[in-house]
């Protein structure tokens, strides 16, 4: 039996004046011309009309959009920055009102958008969990039934009675999620805040939200650039690209289409005049060399830079690492251990440097970029961390995914190792 519409979007769009503010020269002549003019009121606005100080230009946020979405279903939302993901969950939780369109949706709503949203700064945790709960329509007796397992999932008994403009933003983020969850909205929307909270809170909310889906017939709306946590929990994922719907369906499907088409050129990086070998440019790169941020977990990829070597040198050391989104180092290499120890010799000129890493071999997950360059024998380093950021993107098919959806998730490599199996029994 199909499941009702909860939520109906059509021909939504979002329209937002921008102001550019342009420096201009006015002759005093002409401003004390306007002042016996106008009334003061105006003069202000003709003096900056003359001046050309503002222009007004008109963005869509947001453009005919046009979607349905069932009661119970995950649905994930991607797309680069600026796609417009979060106006529209502005919008679906009534922060910001549409300039074209409308929206129905059927039963109470829970959001959780930015840090601290819904909350009072002087009031404290206890005091928060009772004021989300009325904002939610729901009784003090109701609330006070829930109270315990709110805070047992947050994990911040200790600090109950603090106001929470003391807390931390993980703070806030593990009280603001457990509220919502715990309150039984009919549809619960979460943006990208979740990634401001600890690698174990995260797969915490991940393993709830699949539960109050599963249990209680829910609707979840889920931004975040983790797409393997899209992957994941979501069995139906919408592609945002310039406010438009590039695309909406299976997820799998979805998520291959992305990949397929986001690129980046990489990241320019500030040489240090200081330094005899400096980076100037770090990109990710797929099997085929071309520039991207998004990496399918079973294909190949490289890790590329470009730096200056300022002052002819001998023994220079070029060093990659990464870090996944639990802060754990997963990889270091050294361009030196294929050169046994060094190089020969480096003039002075622009270099390239490429270091291939193969697939199946890197956990899904978000990973940070390392450079470093080394003269060996002195302390001239050029040491650039966290340079850029890409994703190792599960596709459902790693040789361990049968194992489960969280089973894994401390690991940070996935490998093959050689197996040997020998009967110890004699006939």
């Known amino acids: 039996m199909e499941q009702p519409t909860i939520i109906e979007i059509k021909g939504l769009g979002k329209r937002y004046n921008i102001n550019h ?31 050309g100080i503002d222009v007004k230009e008109e963005f869509w946020a947001l ?17 680069p920055n600026g796609s417009g993901k979060s106006t529209l969950l502005k919008i679906l939780s009534q922060i910001t009102p549409p300039t074209t369109g409308e929206v129905k949706i059927k039963g109470k709503v829970g959001s959780l958008l930015e840090v601290g949203t819904g909350f009072h700064p002087e009031l ?39 106001p929470v403009k003391y807390y931390s ?3 806030y983020v593990r009280l603001a999620f457990s509220v919502a969850a715990h309150m039984e909205p009919d549809i619960l929307i979460i943006d990208e805040v979740l990634a401001v909270g600890d690698a174990e809170f995260q797969k915490k909310c991940l393993g709830k939200m699949d539960e109050v889906t599963k249990q209680d017939g829910r609707t979840i709306l889920f931004v975040s650039h983790n797409l393997a946590a899209i992957q994941s929990l979501c069995t139906k994922t919408i592609l945002l690209q310039k406010g438009e719907i ?18 980046t050129q990489g990241v320019e990086l500030k040489p240090d005049l200081n330094k005899d070998v ?11 060399g071309v520039a991207t941020d998004i990496i399918d977990v079973s294909k190949n990829f490289k890790i590329c830079a470009e730096f200056s070597v300022q002052k ?40 390239s440097v490429v270091s291939g890493v193969r697939g199946n071999f890197l956990m899904p997950s978000i990973y940070t970029l390392l450079v470093a360059a080394h003269v060996r024998g002195s302390k001239n380093i050029d040491h650039c961390p966290d340079v850029l950021s ?38």
Not at 315 to 329: H, P, Q, T, W
């Open 21 to 51: 503010h342009r420096g201009g020269y006015i002759a005093l002549r002409d401003v004390i011309a306007n002042v016996f003019r106008a009334p003061f009121a105006f003069l202000k606005f003709k003096a900056k009309q003359l001046a």
């Open 63 to 79: 453009k005919n959009v046009n979607i349905d979405i069932k009661k119970g279903e995950i649905v994930g939302i991607i797309g």
């Open 124 to 162: 404290t945790g206890r005091e928060n969990i009772f004021l989300n709960g009325a904002i939610l329509g729901m009784e003090r007796k109701e609330v006070a039934e829930k109270f315990d397992r709110i805070v047992e999932f947050a994990g911040i008994a200790q600090f109950l009675d603090t």
């Open 169 to 171: 933003s993980g703070m």
């Open 246 to 263: 590039k695309a909406a369906g299976d997820t799998n499907e979805i998520i291959k289409q992305y990949l397929e088409e986001m690129t």
């Open 278 to 288: 400096t980076f100037t440019k770090a990109w990710i790169a797929d099997e085929n």
């Open 312 to 351: 002819e040198t001998n023994n220079a050391e070029i060093s990659f690492g990464l870090k996944n989104s639990e802060g754990m180092n997963v990889i270091f290499t050294s361009l030196s251990e294929k050169n046994k120890g060094e190089f020969e010799h480096l003039p002075t000129g622009k270099y």
């Open 390 to 427: 890409f994703t190792i993107a599960d596709n459902g098919r790693t040789p361990m995914s049968p194992y489960g959806k969280y089973g894994l998730a401390h690991c940070a490599v996935l490998t093959n190792c050689d197996w040997k199996i020998e009967s110890l029994s004699s006939e």
